[in-house]
């Protein structure tokens, strides 16, 4: 999308690649939203599971999985060049340039209610703004306020069919994410 509005819900996007920039979603829309979502196993050189480059846009995800997604360079996960929110999203298991890369001096990434795990090259190369109750890891996203995790494995099952629209990761027996969240930013449904 460029230039637009854009708005996906209750989707998955698997198994795309391309040879530069967002392997699961390109985007320089205006504004972006994405909800109830799984982006998985898509690869590119920048940003395998979602690119996100605009001058004033804005990209909110909520309640989405980020896992299992490639980059060559940078973002497994996520590259954000803008302003990026995510709540209730489990961003794991991506492989090259970590989980969230954030550009120099341009993008921004707050978290709330979301955990960060298991992404190869980190799962953040700079600090990101926590609104609280996340979880890291390994303590690369910086996250101290409240409610927030670091440092700590969520024990998360791998990525499967938990019932939704979409597939998760379920948590194992004694993970510290459970009951762990902040009720006013939680979802009706789990």
């Given at each position: 999308a460029n230039g637009s509005l854009l708005t996906v819900?209750?989707?998955?996007?698997?198994?795309?690649?391309?040879?530069?920039?967002?392997?699961?979603?390109?985007?320089r829309a205006a504004s972006a939203t994405f909800t109830n979502l799984t982006i998985s196993g898509n690869s590119a050189d920048d940003g395998g599971g979602i690119y996100h480059s605009n001058q004033a846009a804005s990209l909110s995800l909520t309640n989405v999985t980020i896992s299992g997604n490639t980059a060559t360079?940078?973002?497994?996960?996520?590259?954000?060049?803008?302003?990026?929110?995510?709540?209730?999203?489990?961003l794991a298991f991506n492989l090259g340039g970590g989980g969230v890369y954030v550009t120099g001096g341009q993008g921004e990434v707050?978290?709330?209610?979301?955990?960060?795990?298991?992404?190869?090259?980190?799962?953040?190369n700079v600090a990101l703004t926590s609104l609280g109750y996340n979880i890291d890891s390994d303590g690369t996203a910086g996250f101290a306020?409240?409610?927030?995790?670091?440092?700590?494995?969520?024990?998360?099952?791998?990525?499967s069919d938990n019932g939704g629209s979409t597939l998760t990761h379920a948590l194992q027996a004694g993970s510290p994410a459970i009951d762990a969240a902040d009720p006013a930013l939680a979802p009706n449904v789990d």
């Open positions: 819900a209750s989707s998955t996007l698997s198994g795309n690649s391309s040879g530069s920039e967002g392997g699961g979603v390109w985007s360079l940078n973002g497994g996960g996520v590259y954000a060049a803008e302003l990026v929110t995510m709540t209730n999203v489990t707050q978290l709330g209610n979301s955990i960060l795990a298991s992404n190869t090259g980190g799962n953040a306020n409240t409610g927030d995790q670091s440092g700590v494995d969520p024990l998360l099952d791998p990525l």
